[in-house]
């Protein structure tokens, strides 16, 4: 839940909650108020009646107010006599309904009778009032709490604005893009703090990337030169004439064993660049026609491993992408399909509108099949493979936003490249 | 040929004068961008080893001052960056050709001798070494003047042991000049193998001498001792 919409509900509630029982409370308050009132005039009308009940010595008076009436009886006629305030209700004939009426019984003497005096008012129109009152009061309050709650919500939504910016362009950030990070201004203290924090932590975080990987690939560079000069050196030794056998095959062993560091820092080197995207300019890419001169490389190997080799371009398919990526790509799987084929097997390559597939025959591999494409999962023991191959495939792939699996059927391993999601 | 090696590493520089002059070449070496153009300013030279990140220059800067002297001179970069641009305006500026270090001198050589082809007979050169004669621009391979029909693999393969006859030649020196720098080895040697296996059977159908032997453990050499 947003933040905004969990503070606007509490708020709403807790409003909610007050003003229902503060206008119960309200109503009750008002009545009893109005009562007292009413109570009061009674009473003056009490001392009124006793003293024209001894001036005038009428028995009964009844004043030409329809809300007013006043009976006086005399007290041994009552059964019950009750005494005090009341509330009771009427049946008014001209009105033809109930309405509610105030009572004031109370006993005076008169010439030595006891009177038994009741005084009756209505309450319809102050009921009336209070209804209003209380009516208009409500109205008053939802009138409140919107206003409140709409400028509330607007003030905190423009505040919040620059915050919920800031955590798009967080998610949208990437380290290799090299775009400038900024940030909208706040007036709100904390968001313009945590946009300062967020500029200089990525500040910082963009420098010590940059350092680092500018290290990396100064300590691969710098790797190369001495290499270069171990390589050169048992190159020569190994023209040398009068090396025996064993120390032939040591220098042999050492020269090729510096040529895999080598050749691992080099294409480690291309695996961080490719990571990096330092291979921005693309160019529209005919997978087929570099598949065709990748099997025309590799037509002795498939000549000799009799493989028997399938195509299916039906689909005239284009890819954008960096033209040496591309051809490394497909001629790593290519590769791969041949090298790992059986004698006499099958190549099989299907390109679609989608995808492109290339399948090999061969047995089940014991290694998950997920984790093919890791680095250095090999599952020969073979020590001249670096392991890497896949690696970079599926690099290549993840840097274009294409899905590459691995799957095995009917004898067959399928490597396939979906880059539906990308057109 | 006349080669002049500019590299600031100087016992890289040494191995490569060293292989080079057993070949026959004739080889100066200078160690920054300075000295080699004052050289260039005297000497003329068939071709020139270039290191792209010298001391007190670019590399790519010598290029374009022997390109300026419209000198005929092939020339190589050799660099430790791998770079795709570098490598784009090295040979936009007419540089032959760009190995990266580490190289196998084999390579090198091989280069050489294209570019001595290039320079000295337009490119149109046969190799004809006793039964065997190579037609570079053709494609064709002929023993005992008949023709030996050959993969465009077999063919590089065949040409790369004739530029380093006599000289051992390791699997990976040969395996990275057929597929190039970013070939899983494991793939290239089973590939390398069956390669030369194929060649040097079909050499052998047509008479030929066996000249490709194999230095166990380390790799070939085309002998002709």
Redesign the interface.
């Given at each position: 839940m947003k933040l905004l919409t969990k503070t606007s509900l509490n708020y709403l509630s807790v409003t909610l909650f007050v003003f229902m029982f503060g206008t119960i409370a309200f109503y009750f308050l008002l009545r009893h108020q109005v009562n007292q009132n009413i109570n009061t005039e009674m009473e003056k009308r009490k001392s009124n009646i006793v003293n024209q009940l001894l001036s005038v010595h009428t028995s009964v008076y009844t004043p030409s107010n329809q809300n007013e009436k006043v009976i006086i009886t005399p007290l041994n006629e009552v059964p019950a006599p009750q005494l005090n305030f009341n509330d009771t209700i009427f049946f008014v004939k001209n009105e033809s309904k109930y309405v509610p009426f105030r009572q004031l019984c109370f006993i005076t003497e008169f010439n030595n009778t006891k009177y038994y005096i009741q005084i009756f008012k209505s309450l319809e129109e102050t009921d009336n009032l209070i209804v209003r009152i209380f009516l208009i009061m409500t109205l008053l309050v939802f009138l409140i709490i919107t206003a409140l709650l709409i400028t509330v919500r607007h003030t905190s939504l423009r505040s919040w604005n620059v915050f919920y910016d800031t955590i798009k362009k967080i998610k949208n950030y990437d380290i290799n893009l090299h775009n400038e990070f900024s940030l909208k201004e706040s007036d709100v203290k904390e968001f313009d703090d945590l946009n300062k924090v967020l500029i200089a932590m990525t500040e910082r975080i963009k420098k010590d990337y940059s350092n680092m990987k500018e290290y990396t690939e100064n300590a691969s560079?710098?790797i190369?030169?001495p290499?270069?000069?171990?390589?050169?050196?048992m190159?020569?030794l190994?023209?040398s004439q009068n090396l025996d056998?064993k120390q032939?095959?040591a220098?042999?062993?050492a020269?090729?064993a510096s040529?895999?560091l080598?050749?691992l820092n080099?294409?480690l080197?291309?695996l961080a660049k490719i990571e990096n995207r330092q291979?921005p300019e693309s160019k529209s890419i005919n997978p087929q026609e570099i598949i065709n001169s990748q099997l025309?490389?590799?037509?002795?190997?498939i000549f000799?491993k009799k493989i028997n080799v399938i195509k299916h371009f039906d689909e005239i398919t284009t890819l954008t992408l960096n033209p040496?990526l591309a051809e490394?790509l497909f001629?790593?799987l290519v590769?791969?399909a041949i090298?790992h084929n059986t004698n006499g097997g099958d190549l099989i390559i299907k390109t679609s509108q989608n995808n492109i597939i290339i399948s090999n025959s061969g047995s089940e591999l014991k290694i998950d099949k997920a984790s093919i494409f890791e680095r250095f999962n090999k599952q020969?023991s073979?020590p001249?493979?670096?392991g890497?191959?896949l690696a970079?495939v599926q690099k290549i792939c993840e840097v274009y936003g294409y899905k590459v699996n691995y799957d095995f059927e009917n004898n067959l391993h399928h490597f396939v490249i979906d880059f539906s999601n990308f057109k | 040929m006349k080669i002049l090696i500019v590299e600031d590493?100087k016992?890289?520089t040494d191995?490569?004068v060293?292989?080079l002059s057993?070949e026959g070449h004739i080889c100066e070496a200078v160690y920054n961008f300075n000295d080699a153009i004052e050289k260039l300013e005297f000497y003329d030279y068939d071709c020139i080893v270039v290191d792209i990140n010298l001391p007190d220059g670019s590399g790519l800067d010598i290029i374009r001052h022997v390109k300026k002297a419209s000198k005929s001179s092939g020339i190589i970069i050799i660099s430790?960056?791998?770079s795709?641009e570098n490598r784009i305006e090295g040979i936009e500026i007419g540089a032959d050709n760009y190995l990266?270090?580490?190289?196998?001198?084999?390579e090198l050589n091989a280069h050489l001798k294209s570019i001595n082809r290039r320079i000295n007979f337009n490119g149109n050169e046969h190799i004809i070494y006793n039964e065997i004669k190579i037609l570079l621009s053709e494609h064709a391979v002929f023993v005992n003047d008949k023709e030996v029909k050959l993969?465009?693999?077999?063919f590089e393969l065949l040409v790369f042991f004739v530029s380093n006859k006599n000289?051992?030649i390791?699997?990976?020196?040969l395996a990275e000049h057929l597929w190039g720098?970013?070939?899983?080895?494991?793939?290239s040697?089973?590939?390398l193998y069956?390669?030369i296996k194929?060649l040097r059977g079909k050499l052998l159908k047509e008479g030929c001498t066996d000249y490709i032997k194999t230095?166990?453990?380390?790799?070939y050499k085309f002998d002709i001792s």
């Open positions: 560079h710098e190369q030169t290499l270069s000069i171990i390589n050169m050196k190159e020569l190994l023209q056998e032939l095959k220098v042999a062993d020269y090729e040529n895999r080598s050749k080099k294409t080197l291309l291979f025309e490389n590799l037509e002795d190997l000799d040496f490394i001629s790593n590769k791969n090298r020969s073979n001249e493979s670096t890497l191959g970079i | 590493e016992s890289l191995s490569v060293e292989y057993e430790a960056r791998n795709l990266t270090k580490p190289f196998h001198l084999a993969t465009k693999k077999e000289k051992v390791t699997k990976s020196g720098d970013y070939m899983d080895m494991a793939d040697f089973d590939f069956t390669h194929n230095v166990y453990g380390v790799g």
